[in-house]
């Protein structure tokens, strides 16, 4: 008996001490046992567990945008013909007014160019007539040989022919803004040109010497453009905010911007609108906005790739939980609090301030060291709720583009 005693004690001792730790396991796990400690002295916490902290709470927006000038004027023929030469070329600055490219007009334009024409010299043929009668007809009328009604017919002769004369002379001087000489005395093949209409840089051309153009003024269609001019001297970007975002930004508000033609160079800028209504992008609700660079220099090209970084809010010493302890039921703030008992954790309205994709500020409703839930505990194990699924998609898109 005593043989047998010899060996069942170590056995019971060696059973009874796995038996200790497999318990202190199971508490530590979930982080409920008393004896548990962490380094720093405070209660050891699950997976699924946090506690409130005093930190600092930052907004800052990563987004991607386009360098673009802030003016670009798309040029376009006001006829319709062949291109039978360029005057320009990408990258040269060009003033207003300066010549581009001649166009040959097509038959139906030169047509139009010949009747302005004719039209113009008849009515100046017409008035030149008409007014030299009727200064005759004035001084006939002064030593009384004519009639006060044929006086009369004579104003009115002079009088129509005036009118006529300034509308051909207005159509005229509408056609030569629009590039179309009205010499006289050139052919109309060979005096229909394409002029600047504003002074920049040439940064586009998108058409050949030979090419058929098609005039947007008569064409039902836009018309074909000869060439984008830009004024390079005001840049600006141009992106997309998140509706979930959009309450983050205004006008004013600092950016920091980087190329990756230039990663060690830093560009700074403002943003100067935000548009006032969100367009739809593959189901997602975006908010354009328009960024102006103060520094802009010769770097800085249109059509460039640029990363912004937007700051926003910032508060510093103030009690944060992470983002994933807050809910939005009822048109309030709930978080779900371990108040010490073995149930679910308790439901507790609080009051938030600025939040970031981490973190979020706590104004009232918690004390520092209060652990809170990292989940909802009154939806089910394989339903994800609506906080879950928007911070699901705001961690997609900021693992995508950097810290928010």
Request: charged residues 30%; hydrophobic residues 40%; proline residues 3%.
């Amino acid at each position: 008996m005593r043989r047998h005693l010899k060996w069942i004690i170590p056995v019971v001792a060696v059973i009874v001490v796995a038996a200790i730790f497999m318990q202190r396991g199971r508490r530590a796990e979930a982080g409920t046992g008393p004896e548990e400690v962490e380094a720093n002295g405070g209660p050891a916490l699950g997976a699924d567990q946090a506690a409130c902290e005093i930190g600092d709470v930052s907004v800052e927006l990563n987004e991607v945008g386009e360098i673009q000038p802030e003016t670009m004027v798309l040029v376009k023929s006001k006829v319709s013909g062949k291109i039978t030469a360029l005057h320009v070329e990408e990258g040269q600055h060009v003033r207003k007014g300066k010549p581009l490219a001649s166009v040959e007009p097509d038959m139906a334009q030169a047509r139009t160019v010949a009747n302005l024409k004719s039209g113009y010299g008849r009515a100046k043929v017409d008035h030149e007539r008409a007014r030299l009668d009727y200064e005759r007809d004035l001084s006939l009328h002064k030593e009384g040989l004519i009639s006060d009604e044929e006086l009369r017919l004579a104003k009115d002769d002079y009088d129509i022919t005036r009118i006529e004369y300034q509308s051909a002379l207005e159509e005229m001087r509408l056609a030569e803004e629009d590039g179309v000489s009205m010499d006289l005395d050139a052919e109309t093949a060979e005096i229909l040109h394409v002029t600047a209409p504003a002074s920049g840089t040439v940064i586009l051309v998108e058409i050949e010497e030979g090419e058929i153009v098609t005039s947007g003024a008569v064409s039902y269609t836009s018309g074909t453009t000869l060439m984008t001019i830009a004024d390079l001297s005001v840049m600006q970007i141009k992106a997309g905010v998140n509706e979930v975002d959009v309450g983050k930004v205004r006008n004013g508000q600092e950016v920091t911007i980087d190329v990756d033609a230039y990663p060690n160079v830093k560009f700074h800028g403002l943003i100067s609108h935000v548009a006032p209504a969100a367009r739809n992008v593959e189901g997602v609700k975006i908010f354009d906005i328009e960024i102006d660079i103060a520094d802009t220099d010769e770097r800085l090209k249109p059509g460039m790739t640029a990363n912004i970084e937007i700051q926003g809010d910032h508060t510093e010493g103030v009690l944060t939980v992470p983002i994933e302890a807050a809910f939005r039921l009822n048109g309030d703030y709930v978080v779900y609090v371990f108040d010490g008992s073995e149930d679910e954790p308790v439901e507790r309205v609080v009051e938030t301030g600025i939040s970031n994709i981490s973190s979020v500020e706590i104004v009232s409703g918690l004390e520092e060291g209060d652990v809170v839930a990292l989940y909802n505990p009154t939806v089910e194990n394989d339903e994800m709720s609506e906080d879950e699924r928007r911070r699901q998609r705001m961690s997609q898109r900021a693992g995508g583009r950097g810290r928010g």
